[in-house]
């Protein structure tokens, strides 16, 4: 276990102490920004240490004056006090020289904010879409049509997030699929959302801006060193926001060609074979094993393994009026989410044959429907129709 | 000749009626300072066990006592009660209290209105509570009540917070209305502006940003209301709105708001430095012009609060320089103050202990200050655990400091007794202790990249938060002492002399100790 400290007060406070007292020690955690790994972010960080220095050093003379009238001018010294109690030319003094040091900030600040904003000249695009509680990456062509896109979810597994099971190195910094891009190419990146308002940031990169429904922010980056970088979600975004990680994978550049040529042709394999399967004849079985798969990774989180909920936050779907009644009607709330609850919007999120099988499986467990297939064409004619 | 016109009004004095009467007819400015100062407290511990519940949660990396549902509705209200129940109302509960003793005036302009804009607060915070116990919890999307987290995904509570702000909105215009009438029409004879003391001014321009930005709070959430009740899209783009128009206006009101919060501190600590100092305010003028301009500055900086929406780079400068200009105002302020100490004769009972822990904390708060509002560096910094660190330094040992402040500097004024010295030293130290172990490690985790409002974090984290949880667990606990401090000041103790401090001015200090039930009928003559 990385910290052997953490199961009491006392440990922790002591782990603490030990950190104070050398931080060299612990090379594993950070105690300051990083420097990151791309022009920009470099400059953030010595913008940053700049103006750290520039406040310890007023922070030295402000408070050596305090210190100093604290021991020199108290009264159990037998001090008089002075009568003095105003100054025009002192004020004028400690008005101009801050302007003075503020400009002196404003220049480099102003400096590294243009280069920021230099978003043209891109090398390739990548669309980042926030949603209750995932990312989606689509990777645009020069047109900015879609080439290829997936959803990139957090893979730490939940026994760890309950205590039952080790923590593994990257708790909660790790995903599925992460987001690849190459270094040495500037990647703009066009961030949106599908719901609420989060935001993307990688701090390697010195990159945060927010991804917001119904609007598009651009970025852009050059990363210099291969490397896998994390971050996190850093806008409040509903229950999970701490549960919705960036991992970003930077290639080599012949690697990324390679990398990004085989998920071209894997997407069009799974396309032919989501193809087969929608035109496969399903049985019941099938159907209810497949939703049973669905389930486990997108449903139990909330509507829990028996189909119980935990009401009245995520309602039981076991018995309901949902399941048992109007197949249309279960449709559109899996389908479109229910607003204004937990329960997503899964029509951009599962495939024709992973949405009919899941609610076949709703239906045949929690519902008790006899006989009622729903096959993945309903699921496509129900689509058309939206 | 004066003072027997005096006595013949004493006569006439009548004292506070009995029982529960007293309280709720109450139009005595004294007596709604009290309850004010009593109401903040309670709100002030209810916030501070939702802080410690935050904070349990986080003591180490793994979901161990609340969900990170109920841990959302808990940094939300946590925020609500401290701003709207705790540290405001606290300051309404001073200027009630002091601000007609400091002009001469023998009450509050409007003291029927200060009845109602005090019993408004009860019963408003109660409903924001009660949201917790709500079908769907309490209010989870922040105190910032960012759209469209708090309308189309809001729980149905959400109703009753927007009422709620309603409520704690009107009560304070109220109070503003009353202390800026009161101050403008009631001083005494001879005490023209630029006489008036630093509390006196402060809140005086403090009252007048929140008749300004209140109704703009009261806008942004009634279209909240219209949003999720009656089907338009001020903040939904899907029906042609913006959700980034909820954050600029929320922030035009959100920013005035933490110099609502931090001016009268200013004032307070003018008052107290200079008191320990043996030795007058340095640079009157130049404090009373700084103030003024932090005030309007207010009004130009908000969107620094939104670096990340994605603003035009003209936008971004405009807000960075303007904001980077409050570092002067404020040094200015910083310097004065440690002129006053300089040379003076100091010594160091507990509001100048709190007063001294203010300049220097809040300083090192307006320095993280001034990285957030380099732009390009807030990306980083931008809401992580860095900005909670910052608002915490300024608000904690800044705005909360000054409060502890002025109840030990006034405490004798108010109940007739000096407070216990030893204990009240031992609160200052351990509140002080408390705060920085609790606050100083934020900036680590933040700079470090962990992101605020986070239930749960990456284990390079851990010990920045089990430090913070023990600090606050510390902070949290030794205001219970200061509770007992003020009780036991109440009940008895060595009596308190009218001047209580020798290096004290004020016209509040020419009535005895404790303060009678009406003081100043006849105002007095300024020399």
């Known amino acids: 276990m990385t910290f052997p400290f953490r199961h009491s007060l006392i440990g922790s406070a002591l782990a603490g102490a030990a950190l104070f007292a050398m931080p060299a020690a612990a090379s594993t955690v950070r105690w300051n920004m990083t420097p990151g790994v791309t022009e920009i972010s470099r400059a953030v960080y010595d913008l940053h240490m700049l103006i750290f220095w520039i406040c310890v050093a007023i922070g030295v003379v402000v408070f050596g004056a305090m210190l100093i009238s604290i021991v020199l001018h108290r009264k159990s010294r037998g001090v008089t006090p002075a009568t003095f109690h105003e100054s025009t030319k002192l004020e004028i003094?400690?008005?101009?020289?801050?302007?003075?040091?503020?400009?002196?900030?404003?220049?480099?600040?102003?400096?590294?904010?243009?280069?920021?904003?230099?978003?043209?000249?891109?090398?390739?695009?990548?669309?980042?879409?926030?949603?209750?509680?995932?990312?989606?990456?689509?990777?645009?062509?020069?047109?900015?049509?879609?080439?290829?896109?997936?959803?990139?979810?957090?893979?730490?597994?939940?026994?760890?997030?309950?205590?039952?099971?080790?923590?593994?190195?990257?708790?909660?910094?790790?995903?599925?699929?992460?987001?690849?891009?190459?270094?040495?190419?500037?990647?703009?990146?066009?961030?949106?959302?599908?719901?609420?308002?989060?935001?993307?940031?990688?701090?390697?990169?010195?990159?945060?801006r927010d991804a917001i429904p119904g609007f598009i922010n651009d970025i852009w980056t050059i990363v210099d060193e291969p490397g896998i970088y994390r971050g996190q979600c850093a806008e409040l975004c509903g229950i999970d926001h701490g549960f919705m990680p960036i991992v970003v994978h930077a290639l080599p550049e012949d690697e990324f060609d390679a990398w990004y040529a085989e998920q071209l042709e894997l997407a069009r394999a799974d396309g032919e074979r989501l193809e087969e399967e929608i035109a496969h004849e399903w049985s019941g079985e099938e159907l209810f094993a497949r939703g049973e798969g669905v389930y486990a990774t997108h449903c139990v989180g909330c509507h829990q393994a028996d189909g119980q909920g935990v009401p009245p936050a995520f309602p039981a779907l076991a018995g309901s009026a949902l399941v048992t009644g109007d197949l249309e009607a279960h449709m559109d709330v899996v389908y479109h989410g229910r607003p204004g609850t937990a329960m997503q919007a899964f029509g951009p999120v599962l495939d024709p044959v992973d949405m009919a099988s899941v609610i076949h499986f709703q239906r045949k467990a929690f519902g008790h429907a006899n006989g009622e297939l729903v096959e993945p064409i309903d699921v496509i004619r129900f689509a058309e129709t939206q | 000749m004066s003072a027997v016109i005096d006595a013949h009004h004493d006569d006439h004095d009548h004292g506070p009626a009995k029982g529960i009467t007293r309280w709720l007819y109450t139009t005595n400015h004294k007596d709604i300072g009290s309850m004010y100062l009593w109401f903040s407290f309670i709100m002030f511990l209810a916030g501070g066990v939702m802080a410690l519940v935050i904070r349990a949660e986080l003591f180490q990396p793994g979901q161990s006592f609340v969900d990170p549902h109920f841990f959302n509705q808990m940094t939300t209200m946590h925020g609500l009660v401290m701003v709207f129940g705790a540290i405001m109302p606290a300051f309404v509960g001073l200027a009630n209290w002091m601000l007609p003793m400091m002009v001469g005036a023998p009450d509050m302009a409007l003291p029927r209105m200060n009845n109602l804009s005090f019993w408004i607060l009860p019963f408003a915070s109660a409903l924001l509570i009660s949201t917790l116990f709500m079908e769907g919890g309490g209010p989870d999307f922040g105190w910032t009540l960012y759209a469209p987290l708090s309308t189309t995904y809001g729980p149905p509570s959400t109703t009753f917070v927007i009422f709620a702000i309603h409520l704690l909105g009107a009560s304070s215009i109220m109070g503003a209305i009353n202390i800026i009438a009161t101050i403008l029409n009631m001083r005494a004879p001879g005490m023209t502006l630029m006489k008036m003391p630093m509390f006196v001014w402060t809140w005086l321009i403090t009252a007048y940003l929140l008749i300004a930005v209140m109704p703009v709070l009261a806008g942004a959430v009634t279209m909240m209301l219209f949003d999720i009740h009656f089907g338009t899209s001020f903040f939904d783009a899907a029906g042609g709105g913006d959700p980034v128009l909820f954050q600029h206006i929320f922030w035009f009101f959100g920013h005035p708001e933490v110099y609502i919060m931090i001016l009268p501190a200013f004032g307070i600590v003018s008052h107290v430095i200079p008191a320990f100092s043996r030795k007058k305010l340095f640079g009157y003028d130049s404090m009373v012009y700084a103030t003024s301009s932090i005030a309007f500055l207010s009004f130009i900086v908000w969107a620094h609060h939104m670096f990340t929406v994605g603003m035009p780079l003209a936008g971004q400068l405009f807000f960075m320089y303007a904001t980077m200009l409050i570092a002067v105002p404020t040094g200015v302020k910083v310097f004065n103050w440690i002129s006053t100490m300089w040379q003076g004769a100091m010594t160091f009972e507990t509001p100048m202990l709190f007063a001294l822990a203010f300049v220097f904390l809040f300083t090192v708060g307006g320095f993280s200050g001034v990285m957030l509002a380099i732009?390009?560096?807030?990306?980083?910094?931008?809401?992580?655990?860095?900005?909670?660190?910052?608002?915490?330094?300024?608000?904690?040992?800044?705005?909360?400091?000054?409060?502890?402040?002025?109840?030990?500097?006034?405490?004798?004024?108010?109940?007739?007794?000096?407070?216990?010295?030893?204990?009240?030293?031992?609160?200052?130290?351990?509140?002080?202790?408390?705060?920085?172990?609790?606050?100083?490690?934020?900036?680590?985790?933040?700079?470090?990249?962990?992101?605020?409002?986070?239930?749960?974090?990456?284990?390079?984290?851990?010990?920045?938060?089990?430090?913070?949880?023990?600090?606050?667990?510390?902070?949290?606990?030794s205001q219970l002492l200061f509770l007992y401090v003020v009780i036991q000041s109440i009940r008895g103790g060595q009596k308190a002399t009218a001047q209580v401090w020798d290096g004290a001015e004020g016209l509040e200090w020419t009535v005895p100790s404790p303060a009678p039930y009406h003081t100043f009928s006849t105002p007095p003559q300024l020399k």
Not at chain 2, 424 to 446: E, Q, R, Y
């Open chain 1, 93 to 208: 003094v400690w008005t101009l020289i801050p302007l003075g040091i503020l400009i002196g900030m404003a220049v480099p600040a102003t400096n590294v904010l243009v280069q920021m904003y230099d978003t043209g000249g891109e090398d390739m695009v990548v669309e980042v879409r926030g949603y209750q509680w995932r990312w989606e990456y689509k990777y645009l062509d020069d047109d900015l049509n879609e080439r290829l896109s997936f959803f990139s979810n957090l893979s730490t597994p939940r026994d760890q997030i309950l205590g039952q099971a080790e923590k593994g190195e990257h708790y909660l910094l790790e995903v599925d699929n992460p987001l690849v891009i190459p270094i040495n190419r500037k990647v703009r990146f066009l961030l949106t959302s599908n719901d609420v308002i989060h935001a993307w940031w990688v701090p390697d990169f010195a990159l945060k």
């Open chain 2, 375 to 477: 732009a390009p560096a807030d990306y980083q910094y931008h809401d992580t655990y860095f900005v909670v660190a910052h608002f915490h330094y300024v608000l904690v040992s800044g705005a909360l400091f000054s409060i502890f402040c002025a109840v030990y500097f006034w405490l004798p004024k108010w109940t007739g007794h000096m407070y216990s010295e030893a204990l009240g030293k031992v609160h200052f130290w351990l509140s002080f202790i408390g705060v920085n172990i609790a606050f100083f490690p934020m900036h680590f985790s933040g700079l470090a990249g962990m992101p605020r409002r986070i239930p749960d974090y990456a284990l390079q984290f851990a010990n920045f938060n089990a430090w913070s949880t023990v600090g606050a667990f510390i902070f949290g606990l």
